[in-house]
């Protein structure tokens, strides 16, 4: 729905994304969430992209997704960032930072520019509340994280 708002075309049919269909979302509900998203200031900021799908290799690992939004920002950002990475969030579960900061450094990675000018937020839309946590790991700390990750897993 998203994409269609943007006027954006979509690569993919909702029901041919794994987990992309919201389960028990019914058309009332899923009203509900167009108007929340309406009101909030994203709706009248235009993506840079949507729906952008990476793979990043991390810790040893290959890592794949999609990344919900991107925005450009304006030079002058006071932060220095040129990006800002979006996650919508459209129910109640906690958000895990971790998300973030992997689609942090894949975007960082696929735009050619150091994370630290990529910013990444969750939005939850029901609320319109914006959770941007301050210190995401980079690259090589993601490396370390997931490295040590697997290694106490196996």
Avoid: M, N
């Avoid at 290799?57 to 006071?78: C, K, T």
């Avoid at 969030?89 to 000018?117: F, H, M, N, V």
């Avoid at 609320?127 to 290694?151: C, E, M, R, S, V």
């Amino acid at each position: 729905w998203v994409e269609e708002h943007f006027a954006l075309a979509p690569l993919l049919d909702d029901d041919a994304l794994i987990g992309a269909a919201d389960e028990g979302l019914d058309d009332h509900a899923l009203r509900e969430l167009k108007q929340a998203f309406l009101a909030t200031p994203w709706s009248d900021r235009v993506p840079y992209a949507v729906e952008v799908g990476f793979a990043v290799v991390l810790g040893g690992r290959a890592v794949r997704g999609r990344i919900d939004a991107v925005y450009q920002l304006s030079p002058g950002e006071p932060d220095g960032c040129r990006w800002h990475v979006i996650d919508w969030k459209t129910g109640s579960e906690p958000a895990d930072p971790l998300q973030l900061a992997i689609y942090r450094a894949a975007w960082a990675q696929r735009c050619g520019c150091p994370p630290e000018q990529v910013r990444a937020s969750f939005l939850t839309v029901r609320t319109g509340a914006l959770l941007t946590p301050a210190d995401l790991p980079d690259g090589t700390a993601l490396d370390i994280l997931l490295t040590a990750g697997a290694a106490a897993a196996g």
